[in-house]
C-alpha cells in the first residue's frame, strides 16, 4: 500500500515537471476590442496567463481599453502594408527580446509579416483561421445570373484566390488551427494530396465560466440581434424585413439591435417606419442575453458562432439563417436547443421566429438544453486543447 502510494506521488511529480510554460505572442490587427477574433484572443490570453504562461500582445490598431489587460505589447506602425520592412524589423526585435516561444497569428494578412519576423529565432508559428474555408461572395442578386458570374470572376474572394491563399500558409507554419472537424473534412478534400499534419481542430471557448441558473419568468419578448452592423457580412436587413412582416401581429414584442458598425446609418433608416425598433449601439450584450427570449442570426458566414454560445449560456434562444456555417451542428442540433433556416428562406424564418414566439414552453425547453449543450465550449475544456497542441510543438 505504502509503494503504491510513493507511486502514485512520483507520478504526479512527473507530471507536474513536464508541465510546458511558454511564452506566447498574439498577433491581430485590433486591440483589446472590435470582432469575435479579439474576443476569443481576450479570453485565452486571461486563461493562459492565470496558468503562468507569460503573454505579449502585437497589434495594429486600438479599439477600446481594457484595464485588466496589462500584457507586454507593441502597435506596429505601418497598418496599410502589414509585411512592410519596418513592421517585420520591429516585430523581429519584439519576438527576440522577449524570448518568444511562439506566435499565435489571428488573421490571414498577418501571416506573412508573423512568418517574416521569426527569421533568426526558434518561435513556432501557429495561425487561426476564423472564417470559413471559402468565403462565399457578398452582394449576390437572386435570379441576376450574369451579375453573379461576374461578380464571382471579379471578386477577390474568389474560390481560387482563397484556397491558394491558405495553402501557402500552410507551407510555412508549424499548425493551422480551423474552428471545427467539418472545416478540416473540406481542406482535406482541396488539398488531398497533401500531409495533414499540421491540420488541428479547436472551438472557440465560452467567454462565461459558469453559468447561474435562469430565472425564465424575468426573460421579457425581445427578439434580439448582437453583431457588427455590416450588411454585406451580417445581413441585418433580413432581421428588419423579418420585423416587417411581423411587428404589427405581435405588438407585445421589441425588437433590440445591439452593435455598431458601417451601416448603422443606413439601417436606422430602413427601420424609421417600424415600431418597437431599439437600436442599443455597442454595448456588453451580457444584459441583453439574459431578458430576450430570441436571438436572430442571418450572417451570409460565420468561422464560429461566438454570439450563439454567448445568448444559449444566458437562455437566449437562437434561430439561424445558415449559409456558410460549417461548424454551425458543433452548436446548433435544430429542434433541440435552436432552430436553423435555409439560407434566404424568409418564409420560414418567419415560420420559425412566430414558432418560439408563441410557445414559451418550447422556447424555455430549447433555452434549457442550451445552457447545458454549452458547456462543451468551457474555457478549461478549449485551452486543455490549446496546452496539448504546445507540448506537441515545443517537445
Known sequence: MVSENIFSILYTLKDAFLEI?????FLLNYWPHYGGAELVTRILVKEFSNKGNDIYIAYF??????????????????????????????????????????IICQFWYLAPLANASRKGISAKLIYCHHF?????????????????????IRDKRSVYRQVLRIYK????????????????????????NRNFKKLHAISNPSPYVSTEQINFNKKENFLLFVGR??????????VIELWRIICNKYLDWTLLIVGDGPDLEKTKK???????????????????????????????????????????????????????????????QDGENGLIVPNNEMEVFVEKVELLMNNQDLREKMAKNGIESVKKFSIENI?????KLFGKLLK
Open 61 to 102: 490598431q486600438d479599439f477600446g481599453v481594457d484595464c485588466n489587460l496589462n500584457y507586454p505589447q507593441i502597435k506596429l506602425p505601418d497598418k496599410i502594408n502589414f509585411d512592410s520592412i519596418e513592421n517585420i524589423n520591429i516585430l523581429n526585435n519584439f519576438l527576440n527580446t522577449n524570448k518568444i516561444d511562439i
Open 21 to 25: 510554460y511558454v511564452k506566447l505572442c
Open 229 to 238: 452592423i455590416d450588411e454585406p457580412v451580417k445581413r441585418i436587413s433580413l
Open 270 to 332: 430602413n427601420a424609421e417606419s417600424l415600431p418597437r425598433v431599439q437600436f442599443e449601439g455597442f454595448k456588453n450584450p451580457d444584459e441583453y442575453y439574459t431578458k430576450s427570449s430570441i436571438l436572430l442570426v442571418t450572417s451570409e458566414f460565420e468561422g464560429f458562432g461566438m454570439v450563439l454560445i454567448e445568448a444559449q449560456n444566458f437562455g437566449c434562444v437562437p434561430v439561424v439563417m445558415s449559409n456558410s456555417h460549417a461548424s454551425l451542428p458543433d452548436i446548433i
Open 383 to 387: 485551452v486543455e486543447k490549446w496546452e
Open 132 to 152: 470559413p474555408l471559402i468565403m462565399p461572395l457578398t452582394n449576390k442578386k437572386k435570379f441576376k445570373i450574369f451579375y453573379n458570374l461576374l461578380n464571382f
Open 169 to 192: 500558409i500552410y507551407t510555412y507554419v508549424d499548425a493551422l488551427i480551423l474552428l471545427s472537424y467539418e472545416y478540416i473534412k473540406q481542406y482535406e478534400n482541396f488539398f488531398w
